[in-house]
């Protein structure tokens, strides 16, 4: 299949099962919703967030299940357990945060706060995906790309690998600001390349570059576009680009998402009316759907005026439908008076581009007739669900550093791991070519004065990076043993004098072992007398999520539960549980401290996949990857085997409550 | 005494043992092999590795053979071999050196005695390598019977040429199997691989899990109950175990991840499982690793085994579905009613390398069958295929269900789209796989004996009578059940069965474990060999007998109940 073909059917796909799935998820009863997490029962409505009059809040019994603060959702009247269109019907909310059984809600509409009466029942539901614009912005991406002249032909070559690399002139001095031999070099590639990608491992400073290269770019006068995977890095980006010296008047972003981390000074942007007359020396950052307005404009435009109906999917066998769409998108791309990217930005800076999918890319690609791509390909890949099906993993930074060898720079010297933490991920992900700053060199976790006995090797400066085991089989996506040490070592660690917010983080791979950990957090403080307003500030404040979440993000020590044992979901979960970038993404967010928490089954483990597979043609690569993939685990639980603890009876003690705290003896 | 592991250990490992398995067959003599499906398999297996020696011969002129005498006496023939230059080893011994040596004191640090040894079946010279010999070493090739390599078996090389490794002082760093790609005794084919990838797996197999499996009593090593369980030889073990202890495993379709979370709740038997109550029920479901609702049923299940009642959902595969059988316990299916029963096939051609598809409508309509003659009108059939699985979908409106016979029909499928991607029919093939139930399962849940897929039109029918009419009790065994049948009927009970039930009594088989002692034979009918004419004559009677007893059966069964029958089908 074509490669457009592949890219759109995978598209299609991925959105047609995200929202199945969704809607036939609010199709049960709350009840069965409520048991996979997917909605909260039995909300209490409490009344205004003090002044915040937008901000509702809420109590609910148990555990938040899979919601976070920033998810959107669904507000419903849980008299009449709606389920299906009644849910769909509900208001539509921003979470604003969970804490114990506590949660504040951004409701958008400020007519519905009428029928919020203290005491009111309330269910909250995850919404369904409605991205129909967004999937309509992807799809015209990947129409524009395909059969415009420009700027198509030159997003043709540069996804064939024969973009031409000419220089754009000399190489400009490198700013003061800026060490070592790699980041140097990336600027000097970033400045004369109309195509450049720059691998930043954890730690290694790529959001400092990134600041850097704008800064100069800026100083030559240029438009400046920056785009982003999410609004978290948009606004990490521009806290750098303040950092680095850009004032604030020259920086603007097209608003979107959770803004109160963005720096202030900050141009507050209409998209819209920015793209009409982008000025030079200024930087706009946006998501890629915004980068993609000019393009959405003169398309939809084009579509207004076509005489060609858009065609429906229903009543049609699929080949009719994907020849009608083609013909479609060809008339409306060639009727459309499309901008030029030169008259629209100079230069497109895209971060976290290991994370953007072709079609995501390309919405910004087209926008400037330069790129600089920052990413790393070794943590996590796009999140595409139909990849398996069209063979669509590569993100467009992967593909880039692929095709054009010449122009990538791998970041080289990371600020964040010490030596020891260094290593691992170092030789396993990046040929040996990761080494840690001499200030991270020989950076030393300090554990608290007083720690119990059995935590006292764990939490010594040495080894910084340790295996805690935890025997026990047969758990699948929570382990409560698992989380009961995580807790307690987190609640030790905090109780020492640790900052919740700065200093600790824990991770698991799913969302069911951060809720268990939450939880025994919360029982073990309890026990241990923790007052509750320092509780909840701790709840509030410390991380507990998922390993994806976490992506771009550090701290002095991180607590890591690997929770799986069960053979049945190690096999059957095993791409996801067994994925190397995931891995390398959950080891290295430490500063200091790495702490894995895990049963020896984990490791121990063969996926069935892979003794049963075949080891000839694709199938045989399949198996390659997927051992290759259980290697990384195993051999890092084989370099760990004068590091690891088995602290399963510990475990067991504070599970049945006899646990003794010596602290308090 | 020492205790030997040995590549064996490793092939069957990470084949398929459970820890039981692993801790009998190190510390264990190895029971006699009489199941004529393994003779027959090893029998083929001597002649492939025969017919390759000859082939080694042809190219390097000489081959030394290391067969005859103890271990120890050809494990030192074998080094001097070695060291002598010798072009081609076959069946030498490695003792397993230095290699062997760390691991078995780490061992013995856990109070085991243990050897690490294996019997090669060739070790090729590699000139040019650098080892302890000179300026040449060896790298080790096993020849299996399979069509392509798997993991066990090149799990067993690296094993080997860890020992190796241990004598030489290098490792090769690849290894081979020789396969056939066309069945066995066909054309044979060298298949390499890396051993480096291997190493973290057989490491820590055999440095952490191995010496920490073996120091435990066999008493203290867990056991569950699974499906796989009816054909281990020591399921006697542990089937007493179980029934000693009342275990949880005894409900069919526990697994092991919910066994452990009923323990954790203090729940250890069937009978506490069955006077569980719903708080505590609820605490399992929202623990256990699968949902509430498999908990329910589980529990639900117990309840009815304490009882004595029937329930559903059990397999003659199944340890705790035997065990219930053994005490008269009914088995029954439930079925979904409504529905357009579709029965879909494809046969392959494994020397072209091609396959041919058709779909059979069972009901009033004719079968359709859309078939290749030839390679060269596979595409063609996939596409009539297709064509008519979109009719289905058309005219039933999506209510049909799709029958297939195993075989990973839906990953060839798939493979087959893959190869012919018809634009437009993506929708249809995944319609297709995701409407598919295995129909040997499903019969073999459903029925009390083992019914395989000889005619699978037939199949599907007696599958769909079935849903009403088995009788209650039933009998034990299979053989019971037919004859259970023919009584009822009034009619001779069926002349194939009887014949294997002779054969079975001949051979000291367990008449009911006859027919899952003879399925290796169905597989390898193609390559019947003039060694077992008993066997094979008996494989060939099976065969043609088969469609006959599932006639019979199908008679019977409207014989018994005519009524039901009738109801069944409206």
Not at chain 1, 229 to 239: V, W
Not at chain 2, 248 to 255: C, E, K, N, T
Not at chain 2, 367 to 396: I, N, S, Y
Request: aromatic residues 6%; proline residues 7%.
């Amino acid at each position: 299949m074509l490669e457009f073909d592949r890219h759109k059917r995978a598209l299609d796909l991925e959105f047609r099962l995200q929202r199945s799935e969704a809607l036939h998820n609010l199709e049960r009863p709350p009840a069965e919703r409520a048991e996979t997490g997917r909605a909260l029962v039995d909300l209490i409505y409490q009344g205004r967030d003090g002044r915040r009059t937008s901000h509702h809040i809420f109590l609910f019994p148990g555990q938040p299940g899979r919601f976070r603060a920033g998810d959107h959702a669904l507000l419903s009247f849980a008299a009449a357990d709606p389920a299906g269109a009644a849910v769909l019907e509900g208001y539509p909310v921003e979470i604003d945060s969970i804490a114990g059984e506590r949660i504040i809600v951004f409701l958008r509409r400020g007519e519905a706060g009428e029928e919020l009466t203290p005491g009111s029942r309330w269910i909250l539901d995850e919404r369904p995906p409605s991205w129909q614009p967004n999937y309509q912005r992807l799809s015209n991406a990947l129409a524009l790309a395909e059969y415009s002249v420009r700027p198509g032909s030159r997003l043709r070559a540069l996804l064939q690998g024969e973009l031409p690399l000419l220089s754009l002139g000399d190489p400009e001095n490198p700013p003061a600001d800026l060490a070592g031999v790699r980041a140097q070099e990336a600027f000097g590639m970033a400045m004369t390349r109309p195509l450049a990608a720059v691998q930043g491992p954890p730690g290694t400073g790529k959001t400092y570059l990134l600041a850097r290269v704008a800064r100069a770019l800026l100083d030559q006068g240029l438009r400046v576009v920056l785009c982003a995977f999410t609004h978290r890095a948009i606004n990490n980006a521009l806290h750098a680009l303040v950092d680095a010296g850009v004032p604030p008047a020259q920086l603007g972003k097209v608003r979107g998402g959770d803004e109160r981390d963005l720096p202030p000074g900050i141009t507050d942007l209409n998209r819209r009316a920015y793209w009409q007359k982008p000025p030079g020396g200024f930087l706009a950052a946006m998501t890629v759907y915004g980068a993609f307005e000019p393009y959405s404009r003169a398309l939809g435009i084009s579509a207004s005026r076509t005489t060609l109906p858009y065609p429906e999917r229903d009543g049609r066998d699929e080949q009719s439908f994907w020849d009608a769409l083609d013909l479609y998108n060809r008339r409306v791309v060639s009727g459309a008076r499309l901008p030029q990217p030169e008259t629209l930005a100079d230069v497109v800076l895209l971060d976290e581009s290991s994370q953007l999918t072709i079609p995501m890319a390309l919405c910004a690609l087209a926008c400037a007739p330069r790129v600089v791509l920052f990413g790393d390909h070794a943590q996590l890949p796009p999140v595409n669900p139909a990849a398996a099906h069209y063979d669509t993993h590569q993100s467009i930074f992967h593909l880039v550093a692929e095709r054009y060898p010449e122009t990538f720079v791998r970041l080289n010297e990371t600020h964040r791991m010490n030596a020891e933490l260094c290593t691992y991920p170092g030789e396993a992900f990046y040929a040996s070519d990761l080494h840690p700053s001499p200030a991270a060199r020989d950076r030393t976790f300090a554990a608290p004065d007083e720690v119990p006995a059995v935590y006292a090797p764990i939490l010594a400066p040495h080894p910084a990076s340790v295996l805690v085991e935890v025997r026990h089989e047969g758990q699948a996506q929570e382990a409560p043993l698992e989380a009961l040490l995580a807790a307690d070592l987190a609640l030790t660690l905090l109780e020492g004098g640790l900052d919740p917010r700065r200093d600790l983080a824990i991770l698991a791979p799913h969302r069911r072992q951060t809720s268990a950990i939450r939880t025994a957090f919360e029982r073990l403080a309890a026990t241990r007398g923790v007052a509750r307003a320092r509780l909840d500030a701790w709840l509030g404040d410390l991380l507990v999520d998922t390993v994806d979440r976490m992506q771009g993000q550090e701290r002095d020590v991180i607590l890591y539960s690997l929770t799986a044992s069960d053979p049945g979901t190690l096999d059957h979960e095993g791409d996801f549980l067994f994925l190397p970038n995931r891995f390398n993404v959950a080891i290295t967010r430490a500063r200091r401290k790495l702490i894995v928490l895990g049963s020896p089954h984990y490791f121990r483990h063969v996926p069935r996949a892979l003794t049963t597979a075949g080891w000839q043609g694709e199938d045989g690569a399949l198996s390659r990857r997927r051992l290759d993939a259980v290697n990384v685990l195993k051999r890092w639980y084989l370099d760990h085997r004068d590091r690891r603890f088995d602290l399963t009876a510990h475990a067991e003690s504070l599970a049945s409550g006899t646990a003794k705290n010596p602290l308090r003896a | 005494m020492a205790h030997s592991v040995t590549g064996l250990h490793i092939y069957y490992y990470f084949g398929h043992l459970c820890d039981y398995q692993a801790w009998r067959t190190v510390f264990e003599k190895r029971p006699p092999i009489d199941d004529p499906g393994l003779l027959l398999l090893l029998e083929q297996g001597r002649r492939n590795e025969a017919a390759w020696v000859e082939h080694l011969r042809e190219v390097h002129g000489e081959v030394l053979s290391l067969q005859g005498g103890t271990m120890e006496e050809r494990a030192e023939r074998t080094l001097a071999a070695m060291r002598a230059g010798a072009a081609v080893l076959h069946n030498g011994v490695l003792d397993g050196g230095p290699a062997g040596q760390t691991l078995a004191t780490r061992a013995a640090g856990r109070g085991l005695d243990l050897r690490f040894r294996g019997e090669t079946d060739l070790l090729i010279r590699v000139d040019g390598m650098q080892s302890a010999f000179g300026t040449w070493g060896y790298r080790v090739v096993d020849v299996k019977s399979s069509r392509t390599g798997r993991l066990p078996q090149f799990m067993q090389v690296a094993y080997y040429d860890r020992l190796l490794e241990g004598v030489q002082g290098a490792s090769h760093g690849r290894g081979s199997v020789i396969v056939f790609p066309d069945g066995s005794g066909g054309r044979a084919q060298e298949e390499f691989f890396d051993l480096e990838p291997l190493a973290p797996s057989l490491t820590l197999f055999l440095e952490e899990h191995l010496p920490e499996l073996l120091a435990r009593k066999p008493e203290e090593i867990a056991y569950h109950l699974a499906p796989h369980c009816a054909h281990c030889l020591w399921n006697d073990h542990c089937r007493t175990r179980a029934e000693t202890e009342r275990d949880l495993s005894l409900v069919p379709g526990m697994q092991p991840g919910h066994r452990r979370a009923f323990r954790r709740a203090g729940i250890d038997t069937l009978e506490a499982l069955a006077g569980v109550t719903e708080p505590v029920l609820e605490a399992v479901a929202r623990e256990a690793p699968s949902g509430g609702d498999t908990v329910r049923r589980l529990h639900a299940q117990a309840l009815t085994l304490r009882d004595g009642a029937a329930r559903p959902r059990m397999s003659l595969r199944d340890a705790g579905a035997l065990w219930l059988l053994e005490r008269n316990r009914v088995v029954r299916e439930p079925f979904e009613a409504n529905r357009l029963a579709v029965l879909v096939d494809l046969a392959g051609d494994a020397v072209a390398g091609t396959e041919s598809a058709w779909v059979v409508r069972v009901g009033d309509h004719p079968p359709q069958k859309f078939h290749a003659g030839d390679a060269r009108e596979e595409e063609l059939a996939f596409a009539r295929f297709l064509d008519g699985m979109a009719r289905v979908h058309e005219r039933t409106k999506g209510r049909f269900t799709v029958f297939h016979d195993g075989g990973g029909l839906d990953r060839r499928l798939e493979r087959l789209f893959e190869k012919y991607p018809a634009e437009g029919r993506g929708e249809i093939v995944r319609e297709t796989i995701g409407r598919m139930v295995d129909m040997a399962a499903l019969l073999r849940r459903s029925f009390l004996f083992p019914v395989t897929t000889a005619a699978p039109r037939d199949e599907v029918e007696l599958y769909l009578q079935a849903g009403g009419i088995l009788p209650e009790p039933a009998p034990a065994t299979p053989l019971g059940l037919a004859t259970h049948l023919a009584e009822t009927a009034g009619v001779a009970p069926d002349e194939g069965l009887a014949e294997l039930t002779e054969a079975a009594a001949r051979i000291g088989i367990r008449p009911d474990a006859l027919p899952e002692r003879l399925e290796p034979f169905i597989a390898l009918r193609m390559h019947a060999e003039r060694r077992h004419p008993f066997w094979m004559a008996l494989v060939e009677d099976l065969q043609i007998r088969r469609l006959a007893r599932l006639q019979t059966a199908l008679r019977l069964l409207r014989m018994a109940a005519p009524e039901r029958t009738e109801a069944a089908h409206a």
